[in-house]
């Protein structure tokens, strides 16, 4: 392609983007640049179809250190490796915004590959992300029903501020991505400090206004580069198999799709799927197991069909609950007799178990990305089992879905975990989730929550989350679900997760599988998402109204002492003589900061108490007139 640049001023920042300029061996390749952050965007497509029954799609963010100017800080391995859980997050959001605007019909191995090159600290490179692999779809030969485009909001005051810089993010009260195309959203991601509904609803229209900016740009350079789109063969049955299909099912569905248990549901589904497949097998002799994949193909849009249609026209959910109705709640506290807190949170066939561990100051996760490196102090892991679906599946550490599930619950309990200053603990919530049937990382946000209070951590509010879903016709018209169970998520337009408490909204997440929705419909799923939480919540406050008064008696206490500055080094002593002296007599961990605060952790008080009158005494400053009680050892001719 020949070498072409494009700008325009975008929020105050000039954003450029460069055309043949790197990668030019992939099908689509874009240099975009915003302040001084630059991302590079790659798509490629395979020429030749692969053996699935989905659209084999992938999208990789990769952070490079050096585009930070950083070297990684361990000593023996320098180079980049796993990635970090928020590059995994970025990448997920990019993900969905894509994903909706290809044909699912396609079989061609597609690869989207956003790297970071350059970090100025000021503009994040996730909403870089989304514009430059829009425009690197765009501009190539693959078939894509693009642009798309995002941008972040926060809020100054009762401004929404429009990509807002790492500055701004620290005092905003609200971290929203929004993203979707000309007439649509179709992705949400947010962090908020229990912002209300309304104020959200104006956020997103806000995001929705100032990204058509970024389509109009990125359709004028596609205007100007005309790309040819590849010809493909998706894979879609023939008429005379659909009608085949078609007339085997008749009769058949209702009796397996409206079962109200779960597992009576899978049951009947596969067992008529499993008679389609024989059916095929029996009455076809030429290319059985292409025809197979169609009909099972053709299986699956019937069934979402029907169920869209009883929704749409008939309010008949495949449980039979109302619309607005949540299934059956039911919580524990205090489940596990030796950890620091747990709860067990039940919502129909989902089930989440959330442990607490709570532990000293210095047990934070160090955080060496792009950013500075920082520590983190409030950590929730989530853990999806395959016997949580009853299936069988290997153990190999979390995944991209765990990963994000377990981010979208942490940012929204985090707000209400009280400052350091008042409780200087490490606190590590980890989610299990034993039973799934719909919504399991908001039923770890409940369980989560409830834990923690169980622990006796002072969270300021109890949170409690809630997933909507969508079924939208031809002509517009559309219902909104209350709590989406497995079929309804599956067969479903729309996922909205909503975390929060009585006052507002923590944290929020959105994806599609349609073109996207319309502010007027998430401002309806917001209030849907308001009533069904403050249901939650009392449930839940019925099992554990506040916190408990006292910790664990298996936790450990913290003693904090505050001391001179100066005193540090004689609490250290010379190459940590005396602390660790300490320590080891003691038992306890010791953290001392800068400030001359220090942190005495331990599960025994005595040794606690120990540890704090040693540092007392090593730090105490005389002051005429105090009297000592002490040996007389010797006399020294002198004085």
């Known amino acids: 392609m020949e070498k072409k640049t494009f700008s325009c001023q975008f929020s105050g920042r000039t954003l450029e983007v460069q055309l043949g300029v790197l990668a030019q061996q992939a099908n689509g390749s874009v240099l975009l640049s915003y302040g001084g952050s630059t991302v590079l965007a790659t798509a490629v497509m395979s020429r030749k179809q692969k053996d699935c ?59 989207v590959v956003i790297t970071v090159l350059s970090f100025d600290k000021e503009n994040d490179p996730d909403v870089l992300g989304i514009l430059a692999a829009s425009l690197a779809l765009s501009i190539s030969d693959i078939p894509w029903s693009g642009p798309v485009a995002g ?39 947010a962090g908020a400090k229990e912002i209300t509904e309304p104020v959200m609803v104006a956020a997103i229209e806000a995001g929705e206004k100032a990204y058509q900016e970024l389509i109009d740009f990125q359709n004028k350079i596609i205007q100007e580069i005309q790309p040819k789109k590849m010809a493909l063969t998706l894979c879609e049955p023939d008429e005379t198999l659909k009608q085949k299909v078609k007339e085997f099912l008749a009769g058949k569905l209702p009796g397996a799709i409206y079962v109200k248990e779960k597992m009576s549901h899978a ?54 609950r109302a619309l607005n109705e949540i299934r059956e709640i039911s919580c524990q506290v205090g489940v596990l007799a030796r950890t620091h807190g747990s709860s067990i949170f039940n919502r129909g066939t989902t089930q989440a178990l959330s442990v607490v561990t709570l532990g000293a100051p210095s047990e934070k996760q160090i955080i060496d990305g792009l950013e500075q490196e920082y520590k983190k102090r409030f950590l929730h892991h989530y853990n999806f089992p395959p016997y949580s679906v009853g299936e069988v599946g290997g153990f190999r550490g979390p995944g991209r879905r765990e990963i994000g599930h377990g981010a979208l619950a942490e940012r929204s309990i985090w707000v209400m975990i009280p400052p350091e200053e008042e409780f200087p603990y490490t606190i590590r919530v980890v989610s299990e989730i034993l039973s799934s049937n719909g919504s399991s990382s908001m039923a770890s946000a409940c369980a989560s929550s409830l834990a923690l209070m169980d622990a006796g951590v002072p969270i300021k509010e109890a949170v409690a989350g809630i997933a909507l879903g969508l079924m939208s016709g031809d002509k517009g018209n559309y219902k909104i679900l209350t709590d989406i169970q497995g079929p309804e998520d599956h067969h479903g337009d729309m996922d909205l997760k909503a975390a929060g408490t009585k006052n507002g909204i923590c944290g929020l997440q959105m994806d599609v599988k349609i073109e996207g929705v319309t502010v007027k419909i998430l401002d309806e799923a917001l209030q849907r998402a308001k009533e069904a939480r403050l249901q939650i919540l009392e449930k839940m406050n019925a ?27 004689e609490v250290v002593g010379p190459g940590g003589k005396v602390i660790n002296e300490i320590i080891n007599q003691t038992g306890v961990k010791i953290d001392i900061e800068d400030s001359g605060m220090i942190f005495i952790t331990s599960e025994n008080s005595q040794a606690a108490q120990k540890a704090l009158a040693w540092i007392k005494n090593i730090t105490h400053e005389v002051k005429p007139g105090e009297i000592f009680n002490g040996r007389v050892t010797r006399l020294m001719n002198f004085g």
Do not use: C, W
């Not at 501020?161 to 979707?180: C, F, H, M, W």
């Not at 076809?284 to 197991?289: C, F, G, I, P, Y």
């Open 53 to 111: 029954d989905y659209l084999p799609l992938t999208l990789e963010y990769e952070e490079k250190l050096y585009a930070a100017g950083k070297i990684k800080g361990s000593r023996f391995i320098k180079r980049e490796g796993r990635p970090q859980d928020e590059a995994i997050v970025s990448g997920r959001l990019i993900d969905r915004t894509l994903r909706p605007r290809f044909d699912h019909r396609i079989r061609n191995e597609i690869q």
């Open 151 to 189: 941008v972040r909001v926060g809020r100054s005051g009762e401004e929404f501020l429009i990509n807002p810089t790492y500055a701004q993010r620290e005092k905003s009260d609200l971290d929203l991505i929004v993203s979707g195309t000309a007439q649509k959203i179709n992705m949400l991601e």
């Open 267 to 320: 049951t009947k589904i596969e067992e008529l799927s499993q008679a389609l497949v024989d059916f095929i097998k029996s009455s076809e002799t030429e290319n059985v197991d292409g025809k197979i994949t169609g009909a099972l193909m053709v299986f699956e849009e019937e069934i979402n069909d029907l169920v869209h249609k009883n929704i749409i026209e008939k309010e008949k959910r495949p449980d039979g």
């Open 543 to 569: 099992a554990l109204p506040n916190p408990r008064p006292s910790l664990s008696e298996f936790a450990p206490r913290i003693i904090t002492l505050q001391i001179n500055p100066e005193k540090i080094r």
